[in-house]
């Protein structure tokens, strides 16, 4: 799984690790949905802090006897406000998860550019014994020891 912070830190060398793997940039699509979701959060919190007051305005109310019913209204609006915002921002989570989950890991910067080399086919004797990425010494240690 690829880091967010690191993604948001430097979407170009995200695009680039991409690059070398011959995949098309998606950073800025994932820095933008993350913007998305960042901004749902806030206002979740901003709509939770509302509510918070608004309970304890409810609950002064009702120990002094006031008429609480338009705080109460209000309660539920807030709540069915939350409850939106708390969906967006797990479908928003949600889809970036999954584009971050469905992309391969980045190439350590040791790894060369170009193309992965295709399977080396050892041969003993004129006779392909393996198709691999071995190297001679394990392919005779293997002949020797299949008889």
């Known amino acids: 799984m690829h880091d967010l ?3 948001r830190a430097d ?6 690790a991409l690059a070398r793997r011959g995949l098309s940039p ?3 699509d994932l820095v933008r949905r993350d913007e998305e979701r960042r901004a749902a959060l806030a206002a979740l ?3 939770q802090a509302q509510r918070k007051t608004l ?6 109310g009702k120990r002094t006897g006031a008429d609480t019913s338009a705080l109460e209204q209000k309660a539920v ?3 069915d406000e939350i409850a939106g ?3 967006k921002a797990n479908e928003i989570d949600g889809a970036i998860s999954a584009v971050l989950a469905s992309l391969p890991n980045r190439l350590d910067a040791s790894v060369p550019e170009g193309a992965m080399r295709p399977p080396i086919r050892w041969c003993i004797n004129g006779v392909i014994c393996r ?3 071995s190297s001679p010494s394990s392919i005779s240690s293997w002949a020797s020891s299949s008889g």
Not at 11 to 16: L, R
């Open 85 to 87: 915002l708390e969906t």
């Open 26 to 28: 998606v950073a800025d």
């Open 55 to 60: 309970a304890k305005e409810i609950g002064q």
């Open 45 to 47: 919190q901003e709509q």
């Open 5 to 7: 912070r690191a993604l």
């Open 77 to 79: 609006e807030l709540r």
């Open 131 to 133: 198709n691999s990425i």
């Open 11 to 16: 979407p170009a060398a995200f695009d680039a």
